[in-house]
């Protein structure tokens, strides 16, 4: 490993349970029956534990949009055409993307890089130029990229964090673009999890039921020629994983060693979060998950790091676009810990500790 | 009936097919796969046949918070006192609740209304002051209010809307305090479904487990005494309802007349919601589900009416907080629609017919 990556790793420790004791008592003074808001007061104490601050604060907001494409096109794998990846950059470059609509929706900047964007996007105003290699590798017939390109491409993801801090940067989430990335994840979430190829892929942007078995057909032939090493997340990425989901996953480690959230998007964004884990089991902890997507693969990696996500809207589009969405909650979440007044200052009767708060449906 | 009820309840038509024809359209053309933005796309296209607009405009939002006070807390079915409505109610009115914080955060103005709380609210700033009358009668013992009395509960939530239309009113949210209110709202469901008492009934604000069956019991005796109508929803809302719920009922009501869509909060809101579909049935494509609360009665409503929730975040606070917090959600379905360039404006190659939209997980 590098330098870059095996300092961010080392840096990555267990959330502050200090301040999350003081956000969870805080919780039990604010004007509700105890732990009536849920979900909203466990992401509380967990931003809480994240931040080290006991009322911590959501507002400097970014989505990493990470693009590249992927050689595994060629075996016909996606229902649309390896053009489309570096036509959907110009038109995140544009603001006419669903993820910029989003991203203004919920006041969060959208930061898009081309970590492997198989066409040259120098014109692409405001996109980050990090180009790797003009995208991957055909991984049906050889490794996707090397071991070194695998890491240049999780530096990226880290490095955009750390650029980020000084613009101010509370949360981040993980997005991407890349034409074949779902085969891509397919393939590195059953290299990691030792499951069947068929039980973690689905139809992406739309393939036919009648073309899936094919599909599932090009990753277990990838995983039979380049014999991923489960133990090795770099490994995996390499040989069978993507640029945009290798930088993904640094978005995650970088995330977590600089204490920042990292809201997990969809299914692409899963596969980074799952080997970002494996590189480093601590880093699970800074993860926020948001939405669980159509792609059968993304509850599977939800289970394996113990993740419940916050909304199911049926959504399988990527971009970060679940992610952004579920920003709103999250900020929420923080608002209500720091903004809502206590049982004391509002001056409201009743004991909160009359009422049971272990209530489940 | 008074004549503004049955003029609202005349003025409710089904949605408008042209519009969600165009707006349905329109989603095939953006830059996604088709339906690849699942629920925020029939979202979208609800909206736009609520509002009539090909693209529907979610920016004008209200949250209405109808408060009121119960009779049956004497029979010791809450957690908290009856004192604590009224202190709500000042906190609400210095925006220090819940709702206060999430109203600003999704830019939703917060309108409180006294619609039977009892105590004197005229020093509560900004209160809308409607009482009927000082909270309900005892249930268990005699009808919660008069005919009458419901009817007039009913037209303050109708009024508020027309009220508010002037305003500029794009979306409204339902909700409500009132100690007790979980409780009225078993027993309204019960009454209008047929379900058992202890179908429906959950544990509130937080009684102990121990205390459930005795809540149910007052609840069978309450609809024993009273022998509510299920065919007539005023006559279940007078005998066994509140005031605050009938008022709830008058805003699905009256959102549905004036083409506003109205979202549901938790189960109080549903008991209200349910209420509003049986006076008219067209009401209930008007209604926006948000979230599934912890109290068990609210799925039972959401099944009836046939509505899926958005999210589910164990939340069983009520104040309108679920369906505050939805709005965020809401107003992202309508600005995709309106906002995300085409295929065709975008220069973005890929027919999206290509794909199969038609994907489930």
């Keep these: 490993m590098t330098d870059l990556l095996t300092r961010t790793i080392a840096a990555i420790t267990p959330l502050d349970a200090d301040a999350m004791r003081a956000a969870e008592a805080r919780q039990l003074q604010l004007t509700k029956p105890p732990k009536a808001l849920g979900r909203l007061e466990t992401l509380s104490i967990q931003l809480a534990g994240i931040q080290g601050k006991a009322q911590p604060v959501i507002e400097s907001k970014a989505i990493a949009v990470m693009a590249a494409d992927h050689g595994v096109t060629a075996e016909g794998v996606s229902a649309f055409p390896a053009e489309v990846t570096p036509g959907m950059v110009f038109n995140f470059a544009a603001g006419g993307a669903a993820i910029n609509v989003i991203g203004r929706h919920v006041g969060a900047r959208v930061l898009v890089t081309d970590v492997g964007v198989n066409a040259d996007l120098s014109a692409a105003e405001g996109v980050r130029q990090k180009k790797v290699r003009m995208g991957t590798a055909n991984m049906a017939q050889e490794p996707a990229m090397t071991r070194e ?61 009648a073309a899936l078995p094919a599909k599932v057909a090009v990753i277990e032939k990838a995983l039979a020629v380049n014999q991923p090493d489960a133990a090795d997340a770099i490994d995996v990425l390499a040989k069978v994983g993507g640029l945009e989901i290798a930088a993904m996953t640094g978005v995650f480690l970088g995330g977590a060693a600089h204490r920042i959230p990292v809201v997990m998007d969809g299914f692409i964004s899963a596969a980074a979060a799952l080997a970002a884990v494996r590189l480093c089991h601590e880093c699970v902890d800074y993860i926020l998950p948001s939405h669980v997507s159509i792609e059968i693969g993304h509850q599977v990696v939800l289970d394996e790091l113990g993740l419940v996500p916050l909304f199911d809207l049926q959504m399988r589009l990527g971009e970060g676009t679940g992610a952004a969405l579920s920003m709103s909650i999250i900020e929420a979440a923080a608002r209500i810990l720091s903004e809502m007044a206590t049982f004391e200052s509002a001056g409201v009767a009743g004991d909160p500790s009359d009422a049971d708060a272990e209530l489940t449906r």
């Design 149 to 209: 390109q695998a890491v240049r491409a999780i530096e990226i993801g880290i490095e955009l964090v750390e650029e980020e801090l000084g613009k101010g940067l509370d949360i981040i989430a993980t997005g991407e673009m890349g034409i074949g990335n779902t085969t891509a994840a397919s393939a590195v979430i059953a290299a990691l999890t030792g499951e069947p190829a068929a039980t973690v892929t689905g139809r992406g942007t739309g393939i036919s039921a």
